[in-house]
């Protein structure tokens, strides 16, 4: 006779127990902006302010999460997303005010990129049409020395232009690490994120040239080798559900340190199944994120991060 089924928390810790999960694997990430108040496109996070950003981050300190991701959403953009690499600009600000608050407990990433910044939307700087590579490894560098010297323990250019680590190592140092969005693929689950910083005209912008094919894996492990001999200290792959296979096949291939992002449609479509009463969204919380862990990924940058730390 089988015996009663145990209890679904005992379950859920378990599960992680058998993934190799613990609370050191998880990035929560952090939004900052002049708006303040929840994400409609993604129930249950929220954006805060520079002013109130040290208490957010003091109730994800209290979860036990000790790494955070922080995403700046400016009031002003430009034609050369000048905003981002502002001393006074609003990441910056943020890494100062929680470093001041954490010091070294909170392990502080900061995104790197122009796309939040700039009137177009792109994750480079453009010009008639087109993106400029080299001119955007310019304005990445800039950015990634303001993160640095407002207090940042790691960059993480997300922009996915040739040469973004080898410009932004030249610019930093060895000193700060870098983990390179290196595998960020061309996809829609990024619109709940997008509604969160851009105006709904930029939902449907097309970054496809500059992006990975989801159909091309071996674009994805070139893209990585590439910046691994570059010098990037981790390396990521973006979303993560539908490409785990290139997660176990880069941790195979180059025995190197792999970051994921649980992405926001990701974490979306989650949220809206559970909402409809289509599935168990705590189960499908623990699910997810271990099967990610279970494929290999070393930092798991998931909206989840808080909901399945009680587990840990």
């Known amino acids: 006779m089988q015996q009663v089924q145990r ?21 929560f990430p952090v939004f900052v902006s002049d708006r303040q108040g929840s994400i409609s496109s993604m129930p249950g996070m929220s954006m805060t302010s520079v002013e109130k950003v040290a208490d ?19 009031k002003t953009r430009d034609n050369n997303g000048s905003p981002a690499a502002s001393n006074d600009g609003i990441v910056q600000q943020a890494v100062r005010a929680i470093k001041s608050s954490f010091g070294s407990s909170m392990n502080v990433t900061t995104d790197v990129c122009v796309c939040q910044y700039n009137l177009s939307g792109h994750c480079g700087i453009l010009r008639k049409d087109r993106v400029d590579n080299d001119a955007t490894l310019e304005v990445l ?8 010297e407002a207090g940042a323990d790691i960059v993480a250019p997300s922009s996915m232009m040739d040469g973004q680590v080898r410009a932004i190592k030249n610019a930093i140092g060895r000193k700060t690490k870098i983990l390179s969005y290196s595998a960020k693929h061309a996809s829609s689950l990024y619109t709940p994120f997008r509604s969160a910083a851009f105006a709904n005209a930029r939902l449907q912008i097309d970054k496809s040239p500059y992006q990975v094919s989801y159909a091309n894996k071996r674009q994805a492990m070139m893209e990585i080798e590439t910046d691994i ?4 200290d981790m390396v990521m792959i973006k979303p993560a559900l539908a490409y785990l296979d290139l997660v176990r096949m880069a941790k195979d291939k180059f025995r190197f340190p792999i970051a994921v992002q649980n992405v926001s449609g990701e974490y979306a479509m989650i949220k809206a199944a559970a909402m409809h009463g289509l599935i168990d969204e705590e189960e499908w919380k623990v699910c997810s994120i271990a099967s990610i862990r279970r494929a290999g990924a070393d930092r798991i940058i998931s909206y989840f991060s808080l909901d399945v730390a009680k587990y840990l």
């Open 7 to 27: 209890d679904s928390s005992e379950r859920y810790r378990a599960a992680f127990a058998a993934a190799g999960l613990h609370k050191e694997h998880l990035i």
């Open 56 to 74: 957010y981050v003091q109730a994800i300190a209290g979860a036990g999460i000790s790494s955070i991701i922080v995403f700046g959403i400016p």
């Open 141 to 148: 560098a800039e950015i990634a020395k303001s993160h640095v």
């Open 229 to 232: 001999n570059e010098g990037a």
